[in-house]
């Protein structure tokens, strides 16, 4: 004899609804992973106000999303095929609402049934149980951590986009607020340089106007000088008369024989003071307002690797693929053949650019000023390495965990590296075209030091060195 069909309890239990406490109909399910009929739960949101939420766990849906079940909405239309009347008559589960008895009377009636009819036969409802419970259970869990997955995908993507929003509009303040600085300071240049105009302007049309009445005044007296000469003879003593002419034309000699025209040296002065370099020197003058500073980087040689030969004013650096006999010191490197800058930096933000020309192979950067100069070195942000790296004449990479390759459309012959110690910045650029080669976002818990690795010399391949360019 067949035993007793199961319970519907633990079903109906799963297929009921919170809100109407009914079979589920249309059943959807909210981000929160709480499942509710498709109307009931639109219609709670009608009643709820703003902003919507779950009405179980009052998880906040500001955009009023839900998932179909097509699967869970197909297992209960299964289910409630085989309750008493068929398909469409709507039985409630048990222990909801009034009618909570209806299921336990289906089941006895179904339980009288298997123990009347032959023993073979099944009742469809143990059948229809039993099929839920097994294959299309764990096929709705399986969907249901799919969804929960999905939406904790969704919504970090949607964090991503809301917090690369922010950033580009955070950036396009600073551009307005850098473009800005300059801005007001050419602006106030500008009217510097006319005021100085107008000033020297004024002091040489004044000298001019002096001038113009000196020689108008000088004018009237020859005029009138000339008027006495032309006129007839004086009848007095003749011996009186040449003495007067001879002081006359002293005075003349002296006063009116070389007059004075106009100081155009001075209108020299003004033309090579206004007239000049105006945007060379303001370019030069414009460094004081730059909020990044431009260290003159030089070389340090208690941390050159002993085959490096660097210059005198310590600005270049090359191999010279013969070992010197120096003391192997803590600082120094004795495998790569690198070299530190002198100066660390420990706040701020700074700018400096190396000439690489046509070097086959060379690595550029910052380091920690704790990271490891003996041996062999694994170059990557977590050694406290943040450098980019040029291998046989082509291949440019960014030391990064992953490292990247970078694919420039020209390889760069002089790099720009720019530090920005708070802000946990080292960027690479193309320094002849300003263009960005690479960032890294590095967190410096530590002086960093600028690095530099002229490569190995190659036979002579590479022997051509690294150059610390001055800027103006």
Known sequence: MASNPPQ???????????????????PVTLPCGHTYCQGCIETAWGTMGV??????????????????????GKL??????????????????????????????????????????????????????????????????????SLAQLLRLKREVEERIWNHQATVLGLGDHISAEFGKLRGWLAAREEQWQVGLRQAGSRQLRALERNLQELEGKCHA??????????????????????DIK??????KQHLATPRGPNTGSMWQILGQFKG????????????????????????PTTAHPCLVLSEDRTRVRDGHHRRPLPDTPARFDFCVAVLGAAAFASGRCYWEVEVGEKQAWTLGV?????????KIQASPSKGFWVIRLRGGTELMAKDMPPVVLRPQNLPHRIGVYLDYEGGQVSFYDAHSMSHLYTFSACFAERVYPY?????????????????????
């Open 8 to 26: 519907l309890g633990c079903l109906s239990e799963e297929f009921s609804c919170p809100v109407c406490l009914d079979w589920l109909r249309a």
């Open 76 to 145: 209960i239309d299964q289910a409630r095929g085989v309750s008493p009347g068929g398909a469409g008559e709507r039985v409630r589960p048990e222990g909801r609402g009034q009618g909570y008895n209806e299921p336990r009377k289906m089941e006895g009636e179904c339980s009288r049934e298997i123990r009347g009819g032959p023993a073979t036969h099944e009742n469809p409802t143990h059948q229809a149980t039993v099929q839920h419970q097994e294959e299309p259970a764990s096929a709705e869990a399986q969907l249901e951590s």
């Open 452 to 472: 530099f690795c002229p490569g190995l010399y190659d036979s002579g391949g590479n022997a051509t060195p690294l150059k610390i360019c001055p800027l103006p």
């Open 367 to 375: 380091v920690h000023a704790s990271i490891n100069r003996k041996g």
């Open 222 to 243: 020859a005029r009138e000088m000339l008027m006495e000469t032309q006129g007839p003879l004086p009848q007095g003593d003749v011996a009186e008369f040449l003495t």
């Open 277 to 300: 370099p105006i945007q060379y020197t303001a370019w030069k003058d414009m460094k004081s307002i730059l909020s990044i500073d431009l260290p003159q980087v030089t070389l340090d």
């Open 247 to 252: 002081s006359f034309l002293t005075w003349a």
């Open 51 to 72: 902003p919507p939420a779950c009405p179980e766990c009052r998880e906040l849906c500001p955009d009023r999303r839900y998932a179909p079940c097509r699967l869970l």
